[in-house]
C-alpha cells in the first residue's frame, strides 16, 4: 500500500479516532471519518494491551490484507481507522476479512451503496 495512501501523522489518527464513527466487531474497531484531509486514506493501529511486539506487528499484518482485499470496494471520500482486538493476531486472514466486510456494511462504506454478500458478489 502506498504511503500516500496511509494515515501517518499523530494529529490524523486523532482526528479519526475522536469525530469518526465506529463500528466495533470482535477482533476489530473502525472508524469512519468524513474530511478531505484523510479522505481516501486509511490507518492501522494495535495497542500494547494486545501483547509483545510479534502479536501486534501480526495484528496490522491481517487488518492490511483484509483491507487490501477489499480497498477497491469502499467510498474514497472517508478516511477509515482499523484498530485490532485481542484475538486477532490468533486467527486467520478470512476471519479478518469476513469480519472487515460485516464492520463495512454496518459503517455503509461501501462504494456503490450496495450491500455485498459474504464472498464479494453481488
Known amino acids: ?41 486509511v490507518g492501522f493501529a494495535a495497542g500494547k494491551k494486545l501483547g509483545c511486539a510479534a502479536v501486534r506487528s501480526r495484528t496490522k499484518r491481517l487488518l492490511r490484507e483484509a483491507f487490501r482485499h477489499m480497498q477497491h470496494e469502499l467510498r474514497a471520500d472517508v478516511g477509515i481507522l482499523l484498530i485490532g482486538r485481542a484475538g486477532l493476531a490468533a486467527g486467520k486472514m478470512q476471519d479478518a476479512a469476513v469480519e472487515l466486510r460485516s464492520l463495512a456494511r454496518r459503517a455503509k462504506i461501501f462504494a456503490d451503496g450496495s450491500i455485498p454478500d459474504r464472498t464479494g458478489e453481488q
Open 1 to 41: 500500500m502506498p504511503r500516500t495512501k496511509m494515515i501517518k501523522r499523530r494529529s490524523d489518527f486523532q482526528n479519526v479516532y475522536q469525530k469518526g464513527k465506529s463500528v466495533a466487531g470482535r477482533r476489530m474497531i473502525l472508524y469512519v471519518l468524513r474530511d478531505t484531509r484523510v479522505a481516501g486514506k
